[in-house]
């Protein structure tokens, strides 16, 4: 079946540790997105791509970093640079063009410090 | 400055008694307007896609409707089971940026 896996569903850090969320999509989508969520909140955007070798920065960037270097592929590392990174984070794809486009969301991954 | 809001924030409905939710937008080159639902600890349901001013589209008891500034969701005569967190979000540009405003909480009671 045609989805999209984020993996770690729950994950742990530590104070100072980089963490890594992997996002795969096998839809075939050209654009991926990542969202935190705190809670009551809405979907907050931290990047965004639409090509392989190519991302964008969204509203709130800063203490994280992501790469695209296979078209299914997406991870997002919440640094050590990021203050309070508890939260729900969700990836997301989507075709590119104008007709039927519908977002396709992972099941997220809860992040916690400790 | 936000892109896109939402309001209320929190709306408190008797069962049977209809209401609208707004989305309000201020971007450039629209793609598109998205609504979706979103219970707690889960990720967001799809409900609507709407392209262009002047476009209708329902489901069940709800009904999306899009102008050149805004988004109206109406809600009628609700039941229970709709109370949940609905999510505005728009796709714009070249670089097609999808922004999400904040959620409007509903909570229907029987």
């Known amino acids: 079946d045609g989805g999209i896996t984020q993996s770690p569903k729950y994950l742990f850090r530590k104070e100072g540790q980089n963490v890594t969320l992997s996002c795969e999509q096998n839809?075939?989508?050209?654009?991926m997105y990542w969202y935190r969520q705190d809670p009551g909140q809405g979907l907050r955007l931290i990047y965004y791509s639409q090509i392989v070798n190519d991302f964008q920065k969204g509203d709130i960037a800063e203490g994280y970093s992501v790469s695209r270097e296979k078209k299914e592929s997406f991870p997002l590392t919440v640094t050590s640079a990021q203050k309070n990174p508890t939260a729900f984070y969700l990836c997301?794809?989507?075709?590119?063009?104008?007709?039927?486009?519908?977002?396709?969301f992972g099941e997220g991954s809860w992040l916690t410090v400790v | 400055e936000d892109q896109v809001t939402q309001s209320p924030e929190a709306l408190r409905l008797q069962e049977g008694e209809s209401s609208s939710l707004n989305c309000s937008y201020t971007?450039?080159?629209?793609?598109?307007l998205f609504w979706y639902r979103q219970d707690p600890g889960k990720g967001p349901e799809f409900l609507f896609t709407l392209y262009s001013a002047g476009e209708e589209k329902e489901k069940e008891r709800l009904k999306a409707t899009l102008t050149k500034k805004e988004s109206f969701l109406h809600i009628t005569a609700p039941k229970p089971e709709d109370s949940a967190t609905y999510l505005c979000?728009?796709?714009?540009?070249?670089?097609?940026?999808?922004?999400f405003g904040a959620g409007t909480t509903v909570t229907v009671r029987a």
């Open positions: 839809l075939n989508h050209d654009a």
């Open positions: 979000a728009v796709l714009e540009g070249y670089d097609y940026k999808l922004s």
């Open positions: 997301a794809s989507m075709p590119r063009g104008n007709s039927g486009n519908t977002i396709y």
């Open positions: 971007v450039s080159g629209l793609r598109g």
